[in-house]
């Protein structure tokens, strides 16, 4: 599949999936505190989903058990929502979750402090906000695709954190994962040209420590190789034949730059 460009029809469609996306990551986020489970979580993100008429697009996907993904701490992405895991003060969570929306797609991750984390920590998770608005500062047409990976690692590299390397960001629209990979580091050449009408899931996944990651046993938890904390923060974007537009983020966000 090439990657494709989006009709004026799809694109009201995926800007919709995306005002969506980001009311439910909006209200998510308020029910993040020491005592809540990451089943908890989940159950309210798939309530807020069907409660906009929309379909969880994570819950089956290849297998996958649940509507939001839950990471915890070490836990990079794609961690499982479980009645067993209660967040406690100090936490570090990532929240991962997408809709479809009359068969559009919108994939958006936000990461957040439990109660008061420390001062590292929080550095780790504004450095990793903030280095997808470098990268979609490139997002242009007239740029290349890795244009956003390499702006995305010359962001994150001065504080010599990792970048994951085993998991990229994704082209988007009726399916959740299309052409083309977005890296999230620097590759060979420039990549594809930058269109209007791209949809793109720009998703810089970082560590305190070491790139490396593994997954566990349950097929699908990634975390990081040594154990130290990781973040993520993901938008789903539309090219134009101006600034990009960020669908899946609030008009009013405080994450805005
Ligand atoms: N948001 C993830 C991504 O960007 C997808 C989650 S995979 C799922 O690729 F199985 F959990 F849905
Ligand atoms: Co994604």
């Given at each position: 599949m090439p990657v494709t460009i989006k009709s004026k029809r799809e694109i009201e469609r995926m800007r919709e999936a995306g005002k969506i996306l980001a009311a439910v990551h909006d209200e998510l986020k308020?029910?993040?505190?020491?005592?809540?489970?990451?089943k908890e979580i989940d159950q309210k993100g798939e309530e807020l989903i069907r409660g906009y008429g929309c379909i969880p697009s994570f819950l089956g996907y290849e297998g996958y058990p649940a509507s939001v993904c839950v990471s915890v701490n070490d836990e990079v992405v794609h961690g499982i929502p479980s009645s067993q895991r209660i967040l406690k003060e100090g936490d570090?969570?990532?929240?991962?979750?997408g809709v479809i929306y009359e068969g559009w797609q919108s994939d958006a991750a936000r990461t957040y402090g439990v109660g008061t984390i420390s001062e590292e920590k929080s550095k780790l998770i504004e450095v990793t906000r903030k280095s997808f608005f470098a990268g979609i500062a490139c997002a242009?047409?007239?740029?290349?695709?890795?244009?956003?990976?390499?702006?995305i690692q010359s962001y994150v590299k001065p504080y010599g954190y990792g970048i994951v390397k085993d998991l990229c960001g994704h082209?988007?629209?009726?399916?959740?994962?299309?052409e083309p990979?977005?890296?999230n580091y620097k590759k060979f050449g420039r990549g594809i040209l930058l269109k209007p009408g791209m949809t793109l899931a720009?998703?810089?996944?970082?560590?305190?420590?070491?790139?490396?990651?593994?997954?566990?046993?349950?097929?699908?938890?990634v975390v990081t190789m040594d154990g130290s904390i990781s973040a993520h923060y993901e938008n789903t974007i539309l090219i134009t034949d101006g600034e990009p537009e960020i669908l899946s983020l609030s008009e009013d966000s405080e994450d805005r730059i």
């Amino acid at each position: 599949m090439p990657v494709t460009i989006k009709s004026k029809r799809e694109i009201e469609r995926m800007r919709e999936a995306g005002k969506i996306l980001a009311a439910v990551h909006d209200e998510l986020k308020r029910f993040i505190q020491p005592g809540i489970s990451t089943k908890e979580i989940d159950q309210k993100g798939e309530e807020l989903i069907r409660g906009y008429g929309c379909i969880p697009s994570f819950l089956g996907y290849e297998g996958y058990p649940a509507s939001v993904c839950v990471s915890v701490n070490d836990e990079v992405v794609h961690g499982i929502p479980s009645s067993q895991r209660i967040l406690k003060e100090g936490d570090v969570v990532s929240l991962d979750t997408g809709v479809i929306y009359e068969g559009w797609q919108s994939d958006a991750a936000r990461t957040y402090g439990v109660g008061t984390i420390s001062e590292e920590k929080s550095k780790l998770i504004e450095v990793t906000r903030k280095s997808f608005f470098a990268g979609i500062a490139c997002a242009k047409p007239g740029n290349h695709l890795y244009d956003i990976s390499k702006a995305i690692q010359s962001y994150v590299k001065p504080y010599g954190y990792g970048i994951v390397k085993d998991l990229c960001g994704h082209g988007i629209g009726s399916s959740m994962h299309e052409e083309p990979m977005i890296p999230n580091y620097k590759k060979f050449g420039r990549g594809i040209l930058l269109k209007p009408g791209m949809t793109l899931a720009i998703e810089p996944m970082i560590n305190l420590g070491t790139w490396k990651v593994a997954w566990l046993d349950d097929g699908w938890t990634v975390v990081t190789m040594d154990g130290s904390i990781s973040a993520h923060y993901e938008n789903t974007i539309l090219i134009t034949d101006g600034e990009p537009e960020i669908l899946s983020l609030s008009e009013d966000s405080e994450d805005r730059i």
